[in-house]
């Protein structure tokens, strides 16, 4: 009734966008020495885009529409629509903005540019937030490319050779897979136009007369959407992406860069196409397989990396496959496990870099070998550590066993038993490459003479409590969500609904 007499129908999607897009602007004109504007401007726009967000998630569950649209080209207009699937992704990129702003504000304490750095964070917020509002797929194409070029300065901020050449490999590839998805998008749209993303898709008309022209249009997206989505091969920017500021590593895995390639798979699949054309036209099988092989390759990788952060960025390309292979399915149980899974790595994998940037910051800690007896030094980041890795494993109740669960009987429901042998496979990968880091940290032998303190060795805490503070609460509600898996206004519940909109049961 609120919304109503408001006229927020048409407006709210629109100020979701805004609500981060204008703090962002106003921060470039900001100097150095402004902290504390600069951090009110940051926290004043992430509560907004929380409360404006809730009111949508009120009014979506009441069977409110909400929709904004600006004409742009003929037959395919700007369409902002909040629907929910769109309401999944963005509840998650705002709450973990929010955990990822207080984090970064204590990471980069007394550190040049970041005015440059948060105004650049607000805009990558603001155009994840497009892309997951956007209602037709040139406005996805369009807000899918001012993420890449929102996100490309946060790679390079520090501004060293290496992160200079991490960047060019992030634009070389990323541009490259817009211009495929531009491809795909251009094709699809002489064949059916671009009208708004319809749950079960809008093709079945087009199957019998433009099936292969369908075919390799889907492929073109699909090709195009793996690159940010990390699929084997077009996966080799992310390592190398992982020299940025861990803030931005977690934004790349957690929020933005790899969710929206993720989130755009979905909506082909689901909104554009269908499951019933899809399965017609042969679709779905082999980006089953891409993504089988992609969950196997990026554990093999993860095991073989030294480095914290490298052995983060290949649990990254595996885990972010799960959601693909949940699509890919092309059943029910299987989508639920692959949606929702979009929003449990988002929450396991932040706390993991959250305690990469924590160990690196405080303790000067960057490979695996110099682990040994962090619990000791650092018990409460140890501690958040240690869930994230166990709910990457999917040992429950932690929110990776509940998403892992649901493919598993998705896969049963669909015939497709080979892939409970990918999931064991991958969920033993995953314990190699977690397990010898949680037992260096809580039984290794500290090396206490090659610890260099770093920015808060007089701290009464282990660490400046901005940093440890949103470690704490991502890992608590990685635990909330699979403890609490059955409400109706859990994850899980929300994506059961959208679901049943999908496959209009």
């Known amino acids: 009734m609120l919304l109503q007499l408001l006229q927020w129908s048409s407006l709210l999607p629109l100020l979701i966008v805004f609500s981060s897009l204008l703090p962002g602007l106003l921060i470039f004109t900001l100097r150095e020495d402004q902290h504390r504007l600069r951090t ?9 885009k929380l409360v404006l967000v809730s009111l949508m998630l009120y009014g979506v569950s009441q069977g409110q529409d909400f929709r904004f649209e600006l004409p742009f080209l003929a037959n395919a207009p700007l369409v902002l629509h909040g629907d929910a699937l769109s309401l999944q992704f963005i509840t998650l990129s705002s709450v973990l903005w929010l955990a990822t702003t207080i984090y970064a504000i204590g990471y980069l304490e007394g550190s040049p540019l970041r005015s440059r750095f948060f105004g650049y964070f607000s805009l990558c917020v603001s155009a994840t937030v497009g892309l997951a509002l956007a209602g037709n797929l040139i ?20 501004g060293t050779p290496e992160a200079l050449r991490a960047g060019r490999v992030y634009l070389a590839y990323t541009l490259g897979g817009g211009t495929i998805l531009l491809m795909g998008v251009a094709l699809l749209h002489s064949l059916a136009g671009t009208p708004d993303f319809v749950a079960g898709g809008y093709l079945d008309t087009y199957v019998g007369e433009q099936g292969l022209s369908l075919q390799i249009a889907f492929f073109l997206m699909v090709a195009g959407l793996g690159v940010k989505a990390a699929l084997v091969p077009l996966h080799s920017w992310l390592p190398q992406a992982m020299v940025a500021p861990a803030p931005v590593s977690a934004l790349l895995h957690a929020v933005a860069v790899v969710k929206a390639g993720a989130f755009g798979i979905i909506r082909v699949v689901y909104d554009v196409y269908g499951v019933q ?23 093999i990788r993860a095991l073989q990396q030294n480095d914290l952060k490298k052995r983060l960025a290949f649990s990254t390309v595996s885990q972010v496959s799960y959601i693909t292979l949940g699509v890919a399915l092309a059943g029910p149980m299987a989508a639920i496990g692959g949606i929702v899974h979009l929003v449990h790595q988002g929450l396991m994998k932040v706390t993991l870099f959250f305690c990469a940037g924590n160990f690196a910051e405080t303790l000067g800690v960057h490979r695996i070998q110099e682990m040994n007896g962090l619990g000791r030094r650092m018990p409460w980041t140890m501690t958040a550590f240690t869930i994230g890795a166990l709910g990457m494993i999917g040992v429950p109740p932690i929110a990776g066993f509940i998403s892992k669960w649901y493919l598993g009987l998705g896969a049963l429901e669909v015939g497709q038993d080979w892939v409970l042998l990918i999931l064991l496979g991958s969920g033993l990968l995953n314990a190699a490459y977690f397990l010898p880091l949680v037992y260096r940290g809580w039984f290794g032998e500290p090396a206490t003479d090659k610890w260099k303190e770093r920015h808060w060795p007089g701290s009464r805490l282990e660490t400046h409590w901005m940093l440890l503070i949103p470690t704490l609460a991502t890992a608590l509600l990685a635990v909330l969500v699979g403890v609490f898996a059955g409400s109706l206004v859990s994850p899980l519940g929300w994506t059961q609904f959208i679901v049943a909109q999908e496959f209009r049961l």
């Open 277 to 299: 054309a899809s399965s017609l036209l042969s679709l779905t099988f082999p980006l089953l397989v891409l993504a089988a092989l992609t969950i196997v390759y990026g554990s």
């Open 40 to 48: 009110l401007m940051n926290l004043s726009g992430v509560v907004l």
């Open 139 to 158: 406005t996805f194409l369009l807000f899918y490319e001012l993420l890449t070029l929102a996100t490309f300065p946060l790679v390079v901020h520090r």
